[in-house]
């Protein structure tokens, strides 16, 4: 058993051929969407972040409203850029956010992907200093996320409150019970993949490798998983570990499918330079179900992990995408095993 869920970049774009036109269509129709992913089987809806563009980015009220209207489906990010938040107000949000969703948040975080502008956390008033990098900075903001979300009580109570307080320094609240075990990662190399079994966070292997070793994207992303898992294990960790993988896979049940998406049977993996380094991408799996199966069976990263993300076209509706979710679910899961 799998558990499946849809990760949407959160696209929106004024042009006539778009279902989102607006923010204010990309927000409403997310919610929408995991409501209609819930009623037909799906187990989660993501949500991608991205800043100064047009497309999702402020995840927490998104979240907060897509809980409010479903009551099974996870809902979570895919990912949070760290570098450009304030971890103890992220804290409050995620919190608050948690409890609205009846403790069904999966939260991914990372370092972030290359970015709309030249150094955007400045912008947001967050500056690594001298002799420090951004990845850094992005891993002291996750540090002290944890840590307060995890109950760690450090500030010093006023002796003459306007409210009574507990006894004894002061923690972030609200507190979610359980949130910190729902804390995953983005990795975009093996040994990143190392560094987060080590934190106690789960595994999200991001839609790209920024490395190449010349063997398929998803040979290596299994190589990045079986090295998480093994790490941790050597770090004691006595829960049981998360692994997501992200996919593009369109089953092509009829003309309209067809249309879309039927000259992507023919994707291959990719190899380009994303910020000066070699990087991976996977392929798009689109074909009739019968060879779906068939390809799928062979990709040893979707094997090893307990999590599919479902990559959508976000700006074909919502109608459209629960159609693509509904059909994964109906045509191509259970041949696999993970129905």
């Known amino acids: 058993m799998k558990k499946i869920g849809f990760l949407s970049f959160g696209h929106w774009n004024p042009s006539p051929q778009s279902q989102a036109r607006t923010a204010s269509d990309v927000l409403l129709q997310s919610i929408d969407l995991a409501v209609a992913a819930e009623e037909v089987g799906a187990d989660g809806a993501y949500f991608r972040v991205h800043h100064f563009a047009r497309q999702l980015a402020s995840p927490f009220p998104l979240l907060a409203a897509a809980g409010a209207r479903t009551s099974r489906i996870e809902l979570g990010t895919g990912v949070i850029d760290m570098r450009y938040e304030n971890p103890l107000y992220m804290a409050e949000d995620a919190g608050a956010a948690d409890l609205i969703a009846g403790g069904r948040l999966q939260l991914g975080i990372s370092r972030g992907s290359p970015e709309q502008v030249v150094e955007g956390y400045k912008y947001f008033g967050y500056d690594p200093g001298e002799g420090n990098d951004h990845a850094s900075m992005a891993r002291e903001h996750t540090r002290v996320f944890l840590d307060v979300i995890d109950g760690r009580r450090f500030a010093e109570p006023n002796p003459r409150p306007m409210f009574p307080n507990p006894p004894g320094l002061l923690g972030i609240e609200p507190q979610s019970p359980g949130l910190r075990e729902r804390i995953w990662w983005g ?21 790209l490798l920024t490395e190449d070793t010349g063997v398929s994207f998803h040979q290596l992303q299994a190589e990045q998983i079986h090295m998480f898992q093994d790490a941790w294990r050597d770090a004691g960790h006595e829960r049981e570990p998360r692994v997501s993988v992200s996919r593009s896979i369109f089953p092509i049940v009829n003309a309209t499918d067809r249309a879309y998406f039927g000259a992507e049977s023919r994707s291959e993996d990719q190899v380009g330079i994303i910020d000066g380094g070699t990087a991976r991408f996977g392929k798009t799996y689109a074909g009739e179900p019968d060879q779906l199966v068939k390809d799928l069976a062979e990709d040893e990263a979707i094997a090893a992990a307990d999590t599919l993300l479902l990559t959508i076209p976000n700006q074909l509706g919502v109608d459209y995408n629960a159609h693509l979710l509904d059909s994964v679910l109906r045509y191509v899961a259970p041949e696999l095993g993970w129905r």
């Open 187 to 207: 990795a975009g190399t093996r040994q990143t993949a190392v560094w987060t079994a080590e934190q106690g966070m789960n595994l999200m292997s991001s839609t």
